[in-house]
């Protein structure tokens, strides 16, 4: 598990320096000069994973019904149509920066989950935004991590740690949640020890006019 992790984190931080770096190098003066974060400050941000969300937790948030969270589908309508995480809106990522989605992503008062099939488009999506100043959080693995873990978890095996227990217990319930079943989230695997602490929920301001996007 910890390997697996470790490769995740690997890649991911590779692949959001590269996208970095291609920002940096292609996009127009206009975008440069409104970079609100460097290099060093999204290193940081991949190691402390603060702008990250597992399944787990955004799970939880759900069944919750917590209103301060706005999830993000940047796949296409048809694959959105097909399927998308309960509560989701769909903004494909090519439409990202249209009037009507930055508007949308301006003037909530939520906490922005991006995802896409995999990591990579999310990880573009958060670059993007955070250029345009708006934070938001990545959901770790993407929706083929999500259909893995949450709505078709496979049991551990005999000789684990109590926590992959508790995770597997939490699983199930959320499976039977998400999958219109009557499974009941207990109290004892919502606080189950977490990959990482759950990011701060923070309202954001509405900006000004002057502030621009």
């Given at each position: 598990?910890?390997?697996?992790?470790?490769?995740?984190?690997?890649?991911?931080?590779?692949?959001?320096?590269?996208?970095?770096?291609?920002?940096?190098?292609?996009?127009?003066?206009?975008?440069?000069?409104?970079?609100?974060?460097?290099?060093?400050?999204?290193?940081?941000?991949?190691?402390?994973k603060t702008d990250?969300?597992?399944?787990?937790?955004?799970?939880?948030?759900?069944?919750?019904?917590?209103?301060?969270?706005?999830?993000?589908?940047?796949?296409?309508?048809?694959?959105?149509?097909?399927?998308?995480?309960?509560?989701?809106?769909?903004?494909?990522?090519?439409?990202?920066?249209?009037?009507?989605?930055?508007?949308?992503?301006?003037?909530?008062?939520?906490?922005?989950?991006?995802?896409?099939?995999?990591?990579?488009?999310?990880?573009?999506?958060?670059?993007?935004?955070?250029?345009?100043?708006?934070?938001?959080?990545?959901?770790?693995?993407?929706?083929?991590?999500?259909?893995?873990?949450?709505?078709?978890?496979?049991?551990?095996?005999?000789?684990?740690?109590?926590?992959?227990?508790?995770?597997?217990q939490f699983r199930?319930?959320?499976?039977?949640?998400?999958?219109?079943?009557?499974?009941?989230?207990?109290?004892?695997?919502?606080?189950?020890?977490?990959?990482?602490?759950?990011?701060?929920?923070k309202l954001k301001?509405?900006?000004?006019?002057?502030?621009?996007?």
């Open positions: 598990m910890m390997q697996r992790n470790q490769l995740f984190d690997r890649k991911f931080a590779a692949m959001l320096l590269l996208i970095l770096g291609a920002l940096l190098a292609i996009s127009p003066a206009g975008l440069r000069k409104s970079a609100t974060f460097s290099p060093e400050e999204v290193i940081a941000a991949i190691t402390s990250f969300v597992t399944a787990e937790d955004l799970s939880a948030w759900i069944i919750d019904k917590r209103p301060d969270i706005l999830v993000v589908d940047l796949r296409s309508p048809q694959e959105y149509n097909q399927y998308h995480i309960p509560g989701a809106i769909n903004i494909p990522l090519a439409r990202l920066f249209d009037e009507h989605s930055l508007e949308m992503l301006n003037d909530v008062d939520y906490t922005i989950v991006l995802y896409s099939n995999g990591s990579t488009n999310a990880a573009q999506a958060w670059v993007l935004l955070r250029q345009r100043g708006v934070e938001s959080y990545v959901l770790m693995g993407g929706l083929n991590y999500w259909a893995k873990a949450i709505l078709n978890p496979q049991p551990p095996g005999d000789l684990v740690a109590d926590s992959e227990i508790l995770q597997y199930k319930a959320a499976a039977a949640y998400f999958n219109g079943g009557k499974g009941v989230v207990t109290q004892q695997a919502q606080t189950k020890p977490l990959s990482h602490p759950r990011p701060k929920i301001k509405k900006q000004s006019a002057e502030e621009g996007c």
